[in-house]
């Protein structure tokens, strides 16, 4: 156990700019529960304390990672939430390839294709239920928030660390994949003819979702095999992007329940 110091705090400070996270293949994850969820196939670099954390905890499952102190003050001014908990960690960035992904996809797999979501909360929502429903995995295109967004991670309530994620995601060339290995591809477009409730989503298939102001691009839409629309009859235009995906997903669960097969 080491005093922070001034090298330490500013890389806990850089960890707030993409630039830096994406550079050095890190993020930073806050809070006792989060961080205790951290997955042992993680590579731990080191854990952040305030001094009243370490009054009120047994830190010896910590101790086998570099672990350094900050008085609260300093700690807080490290934090990116409003009452930290007093602890923190930085840790490796969990790489993921498509082809692995679907390789350890289970029979009825499950994807979200996710086009320029920009969102935090929204993205966050998505993963988590993703996490809820047995997804397989998530691929978010070049352009979506940064995963690794203190916000998007916080949203996710550690559902991050329990589904694969990939992003920079080149859709054409994902949906390429998800094809040659017998995936359906659905997107949810105000356009589309048919219901989810008209599709079978017992057999692999992915959600396309488009960003939350102008939904799917014309070339992304195009490379679905068929166009699906939630029902609203009530007088909204359109979902937010987390509550369509929420749908969607939720029906292959159900449709996954009836059928006996998840």
């Known amino acids: 156990m080491e005093k922070g110091s001034n090298k330490i705090n500013k890389i806990i400070k850089q960890l707030?700019?993409?630039?830096?996270?994406?550079?050095?293949?890190?993020?930073?994850?806050?809070?006792?529960?989060?961080?205790?969820?951290?997955?042992?196939?993680?590579?731990?670099?080191?854990?952040?304390?305030?001094?009243?954390?370490?009054?009120?905890?047994d830190l010896s499952i910590y101790e086998k990672n570099d672990c350094y102190v900050f008085d609260d003050k300093t700690f807080r001014s490290l934090s990116d939430t409003n009452n930290p908990q007093g602890i923190m960690a930085v840790v490796e960035k969990n790489k993921y390839k498509?082809?692995?992904?679907?390789?350890?996809?289970?029979?009825?797999?499950?994807?979200?294709?996710?086009?320029?979501?920009?969102?935090?909360?929204?993205?966050?929502?998505?993963?988590r239920t993703a996490d809820a429903c047995q997804a397989d995995g998530i691929f978010l295109s070049k352009g979506s928030v940064d995963l690794y967004n203190g916000k998007v991670l916080r949203s996710t309530m550690g559902s991050v660390f329990h589904i694969p994620i990939i992003t920079e995601t080149d859709i054409k060339e994902c949906v390429d994949i998800l094809h040659d290995n017998g995936v359906k591809i659905y997107a949810a477009h105000l356009k589309g003819e048919k219901m989810p409730?008209?599709?079978?989503?017992?057999?692999?298939?992915?959600?396309?979702?488009?960003?939350?102001?102008?939904?799917?691009?014309?070339?992304?839409?195009?490379?679905?095999?068929?166009?699906?629309?939630?029902?609203?009859?009530?007088?909204?235009?359109?979902?937010?992007?987390?509550?369509?995906?929420?749908?969607?997903?939720?029906?292959?669960?159900?449709?996954?329940?009836?059928?006996?097969?998840?």
């Open 16 to 57: 707030k700019e993409k630039k830096f996270r994406n550079e050095n293949a890190v993020f930073l994850v806050e809070g006792l529960r989060f961080v205790n969820e951290i997955p042992k196939d993680y590579s731990i670099i080191f854990y952040a304390f305030s001094e009243s954390f370490c009054n009120t905890n």
């Open 98 to 127: 498509i082809e692995d992904v679907i390789k350890n996809s289970k029979k009825n797999a499950l994807y979200i294709i996710a086009e320029n979501l920009n969102d935090p909360g929204n993205l966050g929502t998505i993963i």
């Open 197 to 262: 409730y008209d599709i079978n989503l017992t057999n692999p298939s992915a959600f396309l979702i488009g960003n939350e102001a102008g939904g799917l691009s014309n070339e992304t839409a195009k490379m679905a095999d068929e166009l699906i629309k939630i029902p609203m009859p009530g007088k909204a235009e359109s979902l937010n992007a987390s509550v369509a995906a929420s749908v969607l997903m939720y029906e292959a669960v159900r449709q996954g329940i009836f059928n006996k097969e998840i």
